[in-house]
């Protein structure tokens, strides 16, 4: 009950019970998945299938009312992800906020890849998106900084910017588009990639879409990736050019390619800091997510390393003021908390170990940075992680 009133803040359990609320009304799965995601709210679609089971089939995407977003699985290398795409667009994967910009007329809305609502965080995006030609959409998307040269700025300087209020053009957001979901009413979602990137360059002009090369061929999906790298990008994105938009889940018609492994992982908890760091919170215990439960209770999350790599002083500082927020218990030099905090750790790879529970160890692990973008349920799995042995 906790989950579906929306207590649960790490919707871990959205899956198990999008599942048993399918039993419940005994409806399809696939036709509850589908309410579930372009309602955006587990909550509010149960409510409305246990009063009135039918209306789950009437459910359809409705600018103004933000939707999951599709996501992507991993691949090491472009020969890898397209050989599960096939023919795709290659597209640069920038080190931004995924943003989802949705207009009914006059009414703007920006919100995130979580769907909170940012609209008056970000005016300078409300303002491009009223001159667009048409009176309604939904466009999926990435804003970040740029700096002088057009590069992108680091990935906290974006983040900071969504706590600020304003149009300051020194810390403007740059939004760059790659799908549109709906325009006018027509819902496009069921289409190929290829003619949503027709219709979205159509509507925001070719300058504020992310460019995609259309190949099958891995050297030429390589030199997209190396133009992404040495652009200041993450790597690629590798999407199957015939593939329908799935809000909300994670198959393999999307794959993303990063050179340097990074892993969206949580918090289980940190140990307090000595020498320089005494008195702050330092250490970080590193959990992966456990959705099938082979290391523990299903939808759970499993250790795997510590860091206390790439901790500036502001972060320090920062996580021995937010951490005993999230504590449920302590032990000797240690405050363990729920497993809600999401942070990015960059690595060089992993091995096989036997120290942490998930039978692997991170390889030079250090923080990139913490993601409030992302739930705990969005983070990566414990077999992304072990995918990476050899």
């Known amino acids: 009950m906790a989950a579906v009133l929306g207590d649960v803040r790490t919707g871990a359990l959205d899956g198990v019970l999008t599942d048993a609320l399918a039993r419940a ?3 399809p799965l696939a036709q509850v998945r589908r309410a579930v995601m372009l309602e955006g709210d587990l909550g509010r679609t149960a409510a409305m299938a246990l009063r009135d ?3 789950l089939a009437t459910v359809a995407l409705r600018a103004g009312t933000p939707v999951q977003p599709m996501l992507a699985s991993t691949a090491a290398d472009v020969t890898e992800a397209l050989a599960t795409t096939g023919r795709a667009s290659v597209e640069h994967k920038l080190d931004g906020a995924r943003i989802q910009v949705h207009r009914t007329a006059a009414d703007i809305s920006v919100h995130t890849r979580s769907l909170a609502d940012i609209t008056e965080r970000v005016p300078e995006i409300v303002a491009l998106a009223a001159t667009w030609p048409a009176d309604s959409f939904v466009l999926d998307g990435e804003t970040l900084m740029l700096d002088e040269a057009g590069s992108p700025k680091p ?14 053009p020194a810390i403007a957001l740059q939004p760059r588009f790659f799908d ?3 325009i006018d009413g027509e819902d496009l979602t069921g289409r190929p990639l290829a003619e949503r990137r027709e219709r979205l360059v159509a509507l925001v002009g070719p300058d504020l879409v992310i460019p995609g090369t259309v190949t099958e ?8 990736l190396d133009e992404a790298l040495a652009a200041g990008h993450e790597g690629v994105l590798v999407k199957a050019i015939d593939s329908p938009y799935a809000a909300g889940r994670r198959g393999k018609s999307w794959v993303k390619v990063k050179p340097v492994h990074t892993f969206d992982l949580v918090v289980l908890a940190a140990e307090w800091g000595f020498g320089r760091r005494t008195g702050w919170l330092s250490n970080l215990h590193l959990g992966a997510r456990d959705p099938q439960g082979a290391f523990g209770e299903p939808g759970g999350f499993v250790m795997i390393g510590k860091t206390f790599k790439g901790l500036t002083d502001q972060t320090l500082r ?12 302590e032990t000797p030099g240690v405050v363990w908390l729920r497993p809600e905090i999401v942070v990015e750790i ?43 042995l050899r």
Request: net charge positive; glycine share 8%.
């Open 346 to 388: 960059a690595i060089d790879g992993v091995q096989r170990s036997s120290r942490y529970p998930g039978g692997v160890a991170l390889r030079f692990a250090r923080v990139k940075g913490y993601r409030d973008d992302k739930s705990a349920a969005e983070t990566d799995t414990i077999e992304a992680v072990r995918s990476l």
């Open 25 to 27: 009304v005994a409806r």
């Open 155 to 168: 990935f906290q300087e974006t983040m900071s910017r969504f706590g600020s209020q304003g149009a300051d």
């Open 217 to 224: 061929d891995p050297v030429a999906a390589q030199q997209v």
């Open 53 to 55: 089971p039918s209306r």
């Open 318 to 329: 920062w996580q021995t003021e937010t951490f005993p927020g999230y504590a449920v218990r």
């Open 180 to 182: 549109v979901l709906t």
